[in-house]
T-cell receptor
Framework: DAGVIQSPRHEVTEMGQEVTLRCKPISGHDYLFWYRQTMMRGLELLIY????????DSGMPEDRFSAKMPNASFSTLKIQPSEPRDSAVYFC??????????????FGEGSRLTVL | QKEVEQNSGPLSVPEGAIASLNCTYS??????FFWYRQYSGKSPELIMSIYSNGDKEDGRFTAQLNKASQYVSLLIRDSQPSDSATYLC???????????FGSGTRLSIRP
């Protein structure tokens, strides 16, 4: 399998612009997680989905952030309008909850966002 | 209190020695615990998972779990320079499937 695929790998944008990050989970995985990583706050859970349904979005910082999962093979995280404090590495991860490796996460390579 | 707590380090250990990393968590009902390694500029990768009290060994790595004390640890034997990385402790909540990470411990193995 190709693993979790994220795009873009790097994004530089100006404050106020819309940013869309994309993720393709591993085929057959029914959980998808979006995390944000910064030096100050570490790896924070933003939102996660089960079978394409958002289960917990309590980590989404504010209304400027939204996430969707229209089907089992695609998810987006959108920031509109973007602000400099949104600069971070955004990771997507997928997992399958059953079996011995319950909850093991497989991460994508991340999308490094810089908002000027 | 943070949900998952780790000492941020850096922890410096001489090559060949044992590195000991610790983690505490707040959700008493949690059942699944993980250690991830993250090299600078890379994504986290799973190195150990543990679900029952006691020790679990995999090569040079040993994970230890004490649910009564809400404590998880990772021991790395015969530390190598390639073990220099940030180690993230992660806990899966009992009431849901969300997985929360600690802030990570930076480990440096000095030759």
């Amino acid at each position: 399998d190709a693993g979790v695929i994220q795009s873009p790998r790097h994004e530089v944008t100006e404050m106020g612009q819309e940013v869309t990050l994309r993720c393709k989970p591993i085929s057959g995985h029914d959980y998808l997680f979006w995390y944000r990583q910064t030096m100050m706050r570490g790896l924070e859970l933003l939102i996660y989905f089960n079978n394409n349904v958002p289960i917990d979005d309590s980590g989404m910082p504010e209304d400027r952030f939204s996430a969707k999962m229209p089907n089992a093979s695609f998810s987006t995280l959108k920031i509109q309008p973007s602000e400099p404090r949104d600069s971070a590495v955004y990771f997507c991860a997928s997992s399958s909850p059953g079996g011995q490796n319950t909850g093991e996460l497989f991460f994508g390579e991340g999308s490094r966002l810089t908002v000027l | 209190q943070k949900e998952v707590e780790q000492n941020s380090g850096p922890l410096s250990v001489p090559e060949g020695a044992i590195a000991s990393l610790n983690c505490t968590y707040s959700d008493r009902g949690s059942q699944s615990f993980f250690w991830y390694r993250q090299y600078s500029g890379k994504s986290p990768e799973l190195i150990m998972s543990i679900y029952s009290n006691g020790d679990k060994e995999d090569g040079r790595f040993t994970a230890q779990l004490n649910k009564a004390s809400q404590y998880v640890s990772l021991l790395i034997r015969d530390s190598q320079p390639s073990d220099s990385a940030t180690y993230l402790c992660a806990v899966r909540y009992s009431s849901a499937s969300k997985i929360i990470f600690g802030s990570g411990t930076r480990l440096s193995i000095r030759p």
